[in-house]
T-cell receptor, first 111, second 114 residues
Framework: DGGITQSPKYLFRKEGQNVTLSCEQN?????MYWYRQDPGQGLRLIYY???????QKGDIAEGYSVSREKKESFPLTVTSAQKNPTAFYLC??????????FGDGTRLSIL | GQQLNQSPQSMFIQEGEDVSMNCTSS?????WLWYKQDPGEGPVLLIA?????ELTSNGRLTAQFGITRKDSFLNISASIPSDVGIYFC??????????????FGTGTQLKVEL
């Protein structure tokens, strides 16, 4: 079945450590997105990519980095510069004017 | 960034009741999307609206694209326990159409009492 796979489901980060969240899609979608969700809040856009080898900052990009070397993959790195990384991270993809489809998320916590 | 205001913030209703929620914006949207999120999972698209005044149903769910293009409404008829979750409205800011950057509402949390 086509879909978006995020891994791991749960991730723990130590102080000063960078961690990378994986997002893979087999929907052949051109665009991919990363969102952050805090308890009781909506989704906020971190980064998005509309085409391979290109990406743009969203509303809260500081402390995060991404790459888009393949159409299927859009990994997100939470760097040590992100001082409050505890959140639920969601990856999405879309094509053309169709609505975004989401993965099942990665929950990141601080040790 | 721009925000979409959803109300109510949360609802606690009896099984079998009808539910109404809405989403408003200070600017015009050309597309309105409604998603549902279950705990610990990603949002799932329920209904997409593309034209002002459009009324679209998906089973017991009905959504409307407001005529002013600054609001949208979602109704759930005869609620059941599996309707529990958070409902988000979303849309692309400006006039770019769907599929690109989305702005999300703050969500309406629905709880159903048996």
């Amino acid at each position: 079945d086509g879909g978006i796979t995020q891994s791991p489901k749960y991730l723990f980060r130590k102080e000063g450590q960078n961690v990378t969240l994986s997002c893979e899609q087999n929907l052949n979608h051109d665009a991919m997105y990363w969102y952050r969700q805090d308890p009781g809040q909506g989704l906020r856009l971190i980064y998005y990519s509309q085409i391979v080898n290109d990406f743009q900052k969203g509303d809260i990009a500081e402390g995060y980095s991404v790459s888009r070397e393949k159409k299927e993959s859009f990994p997100l790195t939470v760097t040590s510069a992100q001082k409050n990384p505890t959140a639920f991270y969601l990856c999405a993809s879309s094509t053309g004017i169709q609505p975004q489809h989401f993965g099942d998320g990665t929950r990141l916590s601080i040790l | 960034g721009q925000q979409l205001n959803q109300s109510p913030q949360s609802m606690f209703i009896q099984e079998g009741e009808d539910v109404s929620m809405n989403c408003t914006s200070s600017s015009i949207f050309n597309t309105w999307l409604w998603y549902k999120q279950d705990p610990g999972e990603g949002p799932v698209l329920l209904i997409a609206l593309y034209k002002a005044g459009e009324l679209t149903s998906n089973g017991r769910l009905t959504a409307q694209f407001g005529i002013t293009r600054k609001d949208s409404f979602l109704n759930i008829s005869a609620s059941i326990p599996s309707d529990v979750g958070i409902y988000f409205c979303a849309g692309p800011p400006g006039l770019t159409g769907g599929g690109n950057k989305l702005t999300f509402g703050t969500g309406t949390q629905l709880k159903v009492e048996l």
